[in-house]
């Protein structure tokens, strides 16, 4: 344990107590003591094998982010201001560099009191992703924008346990990257991650893939096949698409989720289920729910912790980042990179495929160049996002329901007869609507 020094010109404070120096040193945790003016007055060993011993009076904000002024007037949330609200530890996920560079650190604040009650210190602890050593994007996902930050927090905050973890938010988001993340943040993360798409899955192919089937079970089953409930044994079971999944099939995912149990088709062994659950969907449930195209039940048992990722047009400051991060992927071996033009153009655009849609750019941009040096030319038709919509005129009742009609009526060939069979009204009444 180290401590500074007198001569820095600190306020006089009550020297630290050796038997919080020995908690901090004692704890395998990187942490430091600070005083109120941010100044880090003691660090443990942990820490000083991360950030160097060139630390003691400095002040946190200045290490951790290369400020001048606390994070707080820099737009990053700041867990001093409400841990001195509530006198209370608080948390808060930070992008901080280090010697490895960037690395996201979940931070945590407990206030110290004096024995009459005066704030003395703060204990900050810090606990980086589990994939310590790794630049941002080893979990898949890069940002620093405060909607993406906050993202990252809330699956930080749930990887641990076990409770289901529903993502929201628009296609071309990165909804099975955040799951992944979850997946790799998890005590589970040595086991498997399964993936499932549920979209267009009939009642058949749902049970079978999900359970698996015994031999014999249908025609065609000449072995026993596992399910992929199975295959996630120990791991996390993500289902993708979730609102995809049809009313009558929810109900044996909801048996499965109440009782984690299963049976292969065919089969009459009843087998324990153990996997994490992580759902996805660019679907608004609570509407399906009150539509009544999704059950209520099994939405209040999946939407326990939900997550929104945000759109790309949400964290256009992520752009850099994102850009640098793809172009890395796509073509490791090049140092590729945009032009100042397509750096500007990107910032314009809206985005509605999200970060799929940007790639997608990225991937034709670098093949349509002969150098490395990348421009976004003006035929790339597919980059630019779509003009809106021209809206629809609102007509009155009677004429849009005539117009409604006659469309009917040409679906079914002139069949009068039949439309009025089906509209549930007689045939001098769809004529008087035909006129």
Do not use: W
Request: aromatic share 6%; with cysteine; proline share 6%.
């Amino acid at each position: 344990m180290t401590v500074v020094p007198d001569s820095t010109g600190m306020k006089n404070l009550t020297p630290p107590p050796g038997e919080l120096l020995a908690l901090l040193e004692a704890l395998p945790e990187p942490r430091i003591l600070v005083d109120p003016d941010y100044r880090i007055i003691a660090a443990n060993a942990a820490y000083q094998h991360i950030f160097g011993g060139d630390i003691l009076g400095r002040t946190c904000y200045e290490i951790s982010h290369h400020y001048a002024k606390p994070c707080d007037q820099c737009g990053e949330s700041c867990p001093r201001q409400n841990a001195m609200k509530t006198q209370q530890a608080s948390r808060v996920l930070h992008l901080h560099h280090t010697p490895r560079g960037q690395e996201y650190v979940d931070v945590e604040l407990v206030p110290i009191h004096d024995a009459a009650g005066q704030l003395t210190y703060f204990v900050e602890t810090m606990r980086f992703l589990h994939e310590t050593g790794r630049q941002p994007g080893a979990l898949g996902m890069v940002g620093h924008s405060p909607g993406f930050t906050r993202m990252l927090d809330l699956i930080n905050r749930v990887a641990l346990a076990m409770t289901p973890v529903l993502l929201l938010g628009e296609s071309g988001t990165g909804k099975e990257l955040a799951a992944q993340a979850v997946h790799a943040l998890s005590s589970r993360r040595e086991q498997p991650f399964v993936p499932v798409d549920c979209s267009g899955m009939t009642e058949s192919l749902f049970e079978s893939e999900l359970f698996g089937y015994e031999k014999g079970a249908f025609t065609g089953a000449s072995q026993r096949k596992r399910g992929l409930v199975e295959a996630a044994a120990g791991g996390t079971l993500f289902l993708d698409e979730l609102g995809d999944i049809p009313l009558h099939l929810q109900v044996k995912l909801l048996r499965l989720l109440e009782t984690g149990t299963y049976r292969r088709v065919g089969g009459v062994e009843i087998l324990r289920a153990d996997f994490r659950l992580v759902c996805a969907t660019h679907r608004d449930l609570a509407a399906m729910v009150e539509s009544g195209e999704f059950r209520r039940d099994l939405y209040y048992r999946l939407a326990t912790f939900p997550i929104r990722l945000p759109a790309l047009r949400e964290r256009r400051e992520d752009l850099p980042l994102l850009v640098e991060h793809l172009l890395t992927r796509l073509a490791p071996e090049r140092p590729l990179r945009l032009n100042a033009e397509a750096q500007a153009r990107l910032l314009e655009f809206n985005f509605p495929g999200n970060i799929r849609e940007l790639r997608n750019l990225l991937e034709r941009a670098m093949l349509m160049a002969d150098g490395d040096v990348l421009s976004l030319a003006d035929d790339l038709e597919f980059a630019r996002s779509p003009a809106p919509r021209a809206q629809e005129p609102i007509l009155p009742l009677d004429e849009a329901e005539r117009r409604y009609v006659r469309q009917a009526l040409t679906q079914l060939d002139g069949d009068r007869k039949e439309l009025a069979r089906r509209l549930g009204i007689s045939e001098r009444t769809l004529y008087r609507k035909l006129v």
